[in-house]
């Protein structure tokens, strides 16, 4: 990458505007769940540490431009002063006069939260002025929300025309690495395993991997579509019949690279999909009336087999409903079997990730990306606007 980071910057004295990803989940006014959180740490501490005014910035939900109670930041502040053992002083706007006296009273090693920046239409519409007052009495501005880095928003994108010095943090710095040698130099064998409901929401991804990986592995509900493609029976299982000459297109342009991409041998097969009616292993058809929920056992091991002799795996989707507990084996053996291998494992995706700390491998994971939708268009080859806008290296 080559990007200015926050480690290129001399921090001390300035104010810097970083922009995280606090959109987390809130309940009665607790957090419950705070990895994204925590993975800011490093570089708020980093930050904190060489003497800067840290002020943060984030959205939270989709309020629509709209100040609602329910997606304010501040409890947020309350928890973020807990990790870090020192007050953080959170500001109920983010634009204007309140914010401007907040950031001239701060002393070096201060941390500020601003409110929730989508309480403003503005800041999704990347508005030229909004950016503008986002930016007053700012030295420098680094960027660590890697998951919002694919929407040139106002605190994204339209910020860094107005402040000379623009960086990426640890954890844009981390993402950027790991996903960006695995597109350009990985070891290999190479190993790309995609999961989920939809064909069509991967279909750029698909099409970009096919041209570096050795092996691309199908599961979950899009395996359907490939399978139907095929000429195989599937029983009532989702599938987007839009997209099979697609996915007969996707399966020739594999074969022409000599990548071998895979899909389902066996099933587990219900006749429902909450985990109450009567489930089966079945052949690679799926009889009429039922529906394919997981991978089957042949299936997990021809898929073991491929995982344990890669040098690099990329991990995006679940191979089944795993949320239900009969039909979890599938995605639950994937994760272990990611976890064991001797190479560089990069899971995405908020199901897969979860998959991972759900079995209780996340420890052995290299790296577990936090960028969901900033991934997937990473992966696919675009450009993410919020990396394009940070300063080049000289």
Known sequence: MNKLTIRDLDLKGKRVFLRVDFNVPIQEGRITDDTRIRESLPTLTYAVDHGAIVVLASHLGRPKGERKPEFSLQPVAEHLSNLLG?????????IGELVQTAVRSATPGSVLLLENLRFHKAEEKNDPDFARQLAEGIDLYVNDAFGSSHRAHASTEGITRHIKTCAAGLLMEKELAYLGKALTQPDRPFTAILGGAKVSDKIEVIENLIKIVDHLLIGGAMAYTFLKSQGRRIGISLCEDDKLELATRLLAAAGARSVRLQ??????????????????????????????VDIGPQT???????????RTILWNGPMGVFEVEPFARGTMDIARAVAEAKATSIVGGGDSVAAIHQSGVSHKITHISTGGGASLEFLSGKTLPGVAALTDKL
């Open 86 to 94: 020192k007050p953080v002083d959170f500001v109920s706007e983010c």
């Open 263 to 292: 899909v389902p041998q066996d099933h587990v097969a219900s006749l429902s999909l909450d985990g109450k009616q009567e489930s089966n292993v079945v052949p690679v058809d799926i009889p009429d009336g039922w529906i394919g």
């Open 300 to 310: 997990i091991l021809a898929y073991r087999q491929v995982v344990q002799g890669s």
